[in-house]
């Protein structure tokens, strides 16, 4: 069993010591590793789920023979959270990003203190690329991609962005007025952001695989390849090219329709991809991961069904994610993978598939053994779905504890303890904690204990020293 204290460790002490950087296989140069990760991706939205959707390239890496799919996978409720969790390899309680996602002109992102797994990868001698949304901070130039490890950075840095004019339209009360600024720039390892204008009209999930594609093309084949491919689909706004409609016939309600559209999109886009990989022979030597930050929206055309709830909820439909892992090269026998994954263990996990011998990294545990066999050295059994004011949750084993409010709906519920039996009711629909008062107890105190170690929000009002309007029309960096 896996205590959550045992992975916390002094953050000075986070850093490689200089003989664990490289400890490689020296048979053999480390896999390629290509991680996508979707935006707002319902549990219940891929063709195997519901039959209506359109996904048939994420299917068949899905269910192939060298495929493990990870069938308990969860992440957290929200973007920013999510993607600094696995950036960080903490929980977003220990970095201040427990509350809310960064936005345009937020004047804040994740603290300098923590290294993320980009600059660790690069310790492993990788290329380190993100082609995609970033949302962990842009307002200075310590916060852009290229000065947290990555090599390259070709995306958009806020929440949201058009997906073919890349401009973000947001309300600000002090202006009373919307602020519109093109979010999409371009990095090339100096920390100097370029806004690219010259895309407007290029939806976005076609234009980020080409580049990501353009980038493998000029990548130096003699050094392993780290790829953050993540795509803005399928998060609002609900936009996509006619062409996909066609797929999407059988789906009922407008918003739904557009959605799936978006989503086959998203799956042409990997399956293309995925054909470069070959034709470039990259294929058999690159780990192909495939997972979503959080659950969708069904205001927007998501479903999480039969989960109950939605993105921003710590429900299981905010949280659960589909998720699997491909590799021609490693996984003989794949299928299943029934153990409790979270995404804090990618960083543990991705070191260790580029050759850093450790069982874990801040909160994560190193899961490579279990993917690649289906035999675990060390088992999760516990987990932090969120601490914050406004409500907080914990996994153990089988049992769920949730204390105050599982969504941003609820209000004046701080002081209630729900408790769930997930292998029996993964609904969340009957509350079992008044005849459980031990286990209450036990996760209550937990909770308690693990918040000496709750790291102060690091949120901040909107600052229009970064209006993109003083920046020639881009939400811009160097202003905070």
Not at 228 to 243: D, E, I
Not at 369 to 378: F, N, Q, S, V, W
Not at 437 to 456: A, D, G, M, N
Not at 458 to 475: H, I, M, Q, T
Request: hydrophobic share 35%; proline share 5%.
């Amino acid at each position: 069993m896996i205590c959550l204290f045992f992975i916390y460790t002094l953050i000075l002490n986070l850093s490689f010591g200089e003989g664990e950087k490289r400890k490689h296989d020296n048979a053999k140069k480390p896999p390629n590793i290509l991680f996508i990760m979707a935006d707002d991706l319902g549990f219940n939205d891929l063709d195997w789920k519901d039959e209506t959707l359109h996904t048939p390239n994420l299917r068949k890496l899905a269910f192939h023979k060298n495929t493990a799919l990870l069938t308990n996978s969860y992440v957290n409720q929200l973007c920013t959270p999510t993607r600094s969790a696995f950036m960080t390899g903490y929980y977003p309680f220990r970095t201040g990003v427990q509350n809310g996602v960064f936005l345009h002109m937020e004047p804040s992102g994740i603290p300098e203190m923590f290294p993320f797994l980009s600059e660790n990868m690069k310790s492993l001698d990788y290329s380190t690329y993100l082609v995609g949304k970033w949302h962990l901070g842009y307002c200075k130039k310590e916060f852009l991609p290229t000065n947290r490890g990555f090599d390259y950075f070709y995306g958009f840095y806020g929440p949201q962005t058009g997906y073919f004019n890349h401009s973000a339209d947001q309300w600000h009360r002090d202006l009373r007025r919307v602020v519109k600024g093109l979010d999409l720039f371009e990095e090339v390892g100096s920390g100097q952001s370029v806004p690219d204008f010259s895309q407007n009209g290029v939806y976005s999930t076609d234009l980020f695989t080409d580049v990501a594609a353009s980038v493998l093309d000029n990548h130096n084949m003699s050094k392993p390849f780290f790829m953050f491919l993540s795509y803005q689909a399928v998060h609002p706004p609900l936009q996509v090219p006619r062409v996909f409609e066609k797929y999407c016939s059988r789906v009922k309600g407008r918003y739904r329709r557009t959605y799936c559209g978006m989503l086959t999109s998203m799956d042409f886009a990997i399956g293309r991809l995925i054909d470069y990989l070959k034709m470039a022979n990259l294929y058999e030597d690159t780990v192909i991961v495939f997972t979503s930050d959080n659950g969708g929206t069904a205001d927007f055309g998501a479903s999480n069904a039969p989960l109950r709830g939605e993105k921003d909820t710590l429900w299981e439909g905010g949280t659960k994610t589909t998720t699997f892992l491909h590799s021609p090269r490693y996984i003989k026998n794949g299928g299943p993978r029934d153990m409790l994954f979270h995404v804090v263990d990618w960083h543990a996990t991705l070191l260790a598939i580029g050759g850093h011998h450790g069982e874990s990294y801040g909160d994560g545990i190193n899961q490579w053994e279990y993917l690649r066999t289906g035999k675990a050295r060390i088992r999760r059994s516990q987990f932090v779905y969120n601490i914050d004011v406004h409500g907080s949750a914990i996994r153990d084993g089988d049992f769920k504890l949730i204390l105050g409010n599982p969504d941003r709906k609820s209000f004046g519920d701080r002081t209630r303890l729900r408790l769930f039996r997930i292998s029996s009711d993964p609904t969340e629909s009957k509350d079992i904690a008044r005849q459980n008062p031990i286990i209450v107890q036990r996760l209550s105190r937990k909770l308690e204990e693990l918040k000496k170690y709750l790291h102060k929000n690091v949120r901040k009002p909107l600052d229009l020293a970064g209006n993109p309007e003083k920046f020639n029309g881009s939400y811009s960096s160097y202003w905070c």
